[in-house]
């Protein structure tokens, strides 16, 4: 789907919270997706066109501290709950154990304190990031600043800077924006409410994409 979407439109992106190493591996992106843009850790990492990965120079100033953080929240972290290291951030997960979201919680905000991390809430988890401005829609903002047009697809609170970043370019220019909520039963309820249109789930969204794939014509 992402090799159609690239051969058609003349921006194609996945912008996550997570690695690009992560993403790279789990989208098994190789040469056919070489026009494809990826970002992590909010748009502090990104591929390049040779397979390399470029961070923001603000990322030197914080691996010593985020690594101190990850092992204390090892050393920490409720039961039932569980960390993820993430390289450039971690989270606190609570999906498997919805009673450990309080401690969990009151942790992460502790070891943000104690680092100078900031604090992001997601579905049943909360992350550690680094305390800098970067965030899904100044990625958007950047990549979309050329184009007449743009479609956001997301499912969680990290994605509503995506969706008001269209919204902010359809209300300073001629641009036509579409923000496209994938739901479950743990979507945001404001994420939902600022869509265009609601998918359901994964199948959902890929049902989307392929028909938009379908209705484009080949870039040029």
Request: proline share 6%.
């Amino acid at each position: 789907m992402l090799a159609r979407l690239t051969a058609r439109f003349g921006v194609v992106a996945v912008v996550s919270g997570r690695p690009v190493a992560f993403l790279v591996e789990r989208l098994g992106i190789g040469p056919a997706l070489a026009r494809l843009g990826v970002y992590g850790h909010y748009g502090l990492e990104h591929l390049e066109p040779d397979g390399s990965i470029a961070y923001d120079p603000l990322v030197d100033d914080y691996a010593g501290v985020v690594a101190a953080a990850i092992r204390e929240a090892h050393a920490r972290v409720p039961t039932g709950a569980f960390v993820e290291d993430k390289g450039l951030a971690l989270t606190l997960h609570w999906r498997q154990a919805p009673e450990a979201a309080p401690a969990a919680i009151e942790l992460a905000h502790e070891i943000a304190e104690g680092h100078g991390l900031a604090i992001r809430q997601g579905r049943r988890a909360i992350e550690l990031v680094l305390p800098v401005a970067n965030d899904k829609g100044s990625v958007v903002t950047s990549l979309l600043a050329a184009c007449s047009a743009g479609c956001v697809l997301g499912d969680d609170v990290g994605d509503i800077p995506a969706f008001t970043a269209v919204d902010t370019l359809a209300q300073s220019r001629h641009f036509a924006g579409v923000r496209v909520a994938v739901t479950s039963p743990e979507a945001p309820e404001a994420l939902i409410a600022s869509a265009d249109f609601v998918v359901e789930g994964p199948a959902g969204a890929l049902g989307f994409l392929d028909e938009l794939a379908k209705r484009a014509s080949p870039a040029s």
